[in-house]
């Protein structure tokens, strides 16, 4: 009987898990348990702030920044009590058009706007600004955690549209679609930087992009462009045939000139030659000798005296002094 009860003490010990066993399973239990929890603290944890972006940590809680603002990276935060927000502290561009499509708002969302004379006309515009980076925490606490989307509907959009009507409606409809549209949009430049200024936020640009104007007023203004274009292809027009006149009026002064030039020339030199004669005939007259008249004639004497029919020859002159000259001097 003893031997029967402990071989079945025995069996009954090995049909049952060892304790060893189970501890270890436990064990493992534990550890896999507490390295997800650790695992999903860090993953919690941890948060990347992006390129041209800064985080500002609160306090979930109490809703107040803690610890200022971070700059691009990786961080480390207790996801039980704080939490980051992130904005953009590059340009960015917020525009209104009438195109759908094409703006910030996929729909007609231009500015409408009365000019002085009570006209409609529709502004595409188009902003450009940027979060101040060094008042970031102050643009989380006076917006109350908001993010850069709400931020940008109230102060961006709201301020363009309530600015733009009011300066438009000073300027006539001509002035605002075409000679005034700079001096427009720097006015309103003006009074929008003062208004972002104050919600932390700076002003890069301001434009209006395009005027759109009813068809009746469009139509008057096309005719006055093609008017003044008009005008302005014959005032050139006029001006080349003022240029062409005085380039013919020179060409002919110089042409005129060239021949009193070439006359005046011609006379000079007749003039010269005929006192170059003159002088010629005084010097030979001056020289000229009955004694040298007579020798020359001699000179081209063929030594014949004429004959004629009447009688025997009679010199021409009386060159017997010559030949006796002549004579002796041989």
Do not use: C
């Not at 430049?189 to 919600?199: D, I, K, N, V």
């Amino acid at each position: 009987m003893k031997g029967n009860h402990r071989i079945m003490t025995t069996n009954a010990r090995a049909s049952r898990p060892g304790t060893r066993g189970i501890a270890g399973i436990f064990t493992l239990g534990i550890a896999a348990l507490v390295a997800l929890i650790v695992l999903g603290f860090i993953m919690a944890a941890w948060r990347t702030i992006q390129p041209g972006f800064v985080g500002i940590v609160f306090d979930k809680a109490r809703s107040q920044v803690t610890t200022g603002q971070l700059e691009p990276g990786w961080r480390f935060i207790n996801p039980f009590t704080q939490s980051i927000q992130q904005y953009p502290v590059t340009i960015q561009t917020y525009s209104m058009v009438l195109a759908d499509g094409e703006g910030s708002a996929q729909r007609d969302d231009s500015i409408k706007v009365q000019s002085m004379e009570g006209q409609q006309v529709n502004l595409d515009v188009v902003i450009q600004y940027q979060v101040v980076k060094e008042e970031a925490a102050a643009l989380f606490q006076d917006w109350g955690g908001q993010p850069i989307e709400y931020v940008e509907d109230r102060v961006v959009r709201q301020y363009t549209r309530s600015q733009v009507p009011l300066v438009a409606s000073r300027y006539g409809w001509e002035a605002i679609s075409a000679s005034e549209r700079e001096k427009i949009s720097n006015e309103i430049a003006e009074r929008l930087q003062s208004e972002f200024a104050r919600r932390h936020l700076n002003l890069v640009s301001f434009g209006i992009r395009e005027v759109h104007l009813p068809q009746q007023l469009q139509n008057a203004l096309d005719q006055k462009i093609q008017a003044q274009q008009e005008a302005e292809r014959q005032e050139y027009q006029l001006q080349q045939a003022e240029v062409k006149a005085r380039q013919d009026r020179v060409a002919a002064e110089g042409q005129a000139n060239a021949l009193r030039a070439q006359a005046q020339g011609e006379a000079d030199a007749t003039k010269i030659r005929a006192q170059a004669q003159a002088e010629a005939n005084r010097q030979l007259s001056q020289s000229l000798t009955s004694d040298l008249i007579r020798y020359q004639q001699l000179q081209r004497w063929d030594g014949k005296l004429p004959v004629f029919s009447g009688g025997g020859a009679t010199p021409l002159i009386d060159a017997t002094s010559i030949i006796s000259d002549t004579a002796g001097g041989q």
